[in-house]
T-cell receptor
């Protein structure tokens, strides 16, 4: 079974600062994918970034980057230059390669203050 | 990019009635659809996985007779909550992957309230 652990229930950051959201995972699959999604209060799940287990470089997408440390089984999301619109729930998820499903962590609520 | 349209966004129904939620992939063929349930301030829990043209695979503890899933075409999957009760009130959200879409595209979710 695969598991995602997000230990930060809530994080606060000031506008324009960088913030790191933690994610650790557990899997016995040699091949897997890691996803980060943003869920604003409206409820939709917005895809942010993806990291494959065999990717040599850390994934980046605009202001989002993934600090992937395979040996430590961590895939932390870094948001640079936070904006007020970044306030939302953030979920880390792992793809079960055998069944092509996603297992989600409990999420981290990020609040960005002016 | 890939889009999944989910309707309705909100529904209030009386206890004992059935509610149908639709998810449509607009610009790709969704060979697999996933249905999740989310309680307030909680994570997404996978309810079932459906492949086009075959029966859905339900997760342990999910009542297949209460949550009917149909995936009759490559662009449409439906979740019907039968004989709904207040404890079925929740946020339901679908996601899809398939040809022409890498990854998992989510619908916008449906907030169901059973009164």
């Amino acid at each position: 079974a695969q598991k995602i652990t997000q230990t930060q229930p809530g994080m606060f950051v000031q506008e324009k600062e960088a913030v790191t959201l933690d994610c650790t995972y557990d899997t016995s699959d040699p091949s897997y994918g890691l996803f980060w999604y943003k869920q604003p209060s409206s409820g939709e799940m917005i895809f942010l970034i993806y990291q494959g287990s065999y990717d040599q470089q850390n994934a980046t997408e605009g202001r989002y980057s993934l600090n992937f440390q395979k040996a430590r089984k961590s895939a932390n999301l870094v948001i640079s230059a936070s904006q007020l619109g970044d306030s939302a729930m953030y979920f880390c998820a792992i793809e079960n390669s055998g069944y092509s499903t996603l297992t989600f962590g409990k999420g981290t609520m990020l609040l960005v203050s002016p | 990019g890939a889009v999944v349209s989910q309707h309705p966004s909100r529904v209030i129904c009386k206890s004992g009635t059935s509610v149908k939620i639709e998810c449509r992939s607009l610009d790709f063929q969704a060979t697999t659809m996933f249905w999740y349930r989310q309680f307030p301030k909680k994570s997404l829990m996978l309810m079932a996985t459906s492949n086009e043209g075959s029966k859905a695979t339900y997760e342990q503890g999910v009542e297949k007779d209460k949550f009917l899933i149909n995936h009759a075409s490559l662009t449409l999957s439906t979740l019907t909550v039968t004989s709904a009760h207040p404890e079925d009130s929740s946020f339901y959200i679908c996601s899809a992957n398939g040809q022409g879409n890498y990854g998992y595209t989510f619908g916008s979710g449906t907030r169901l309230t059973v009164v």
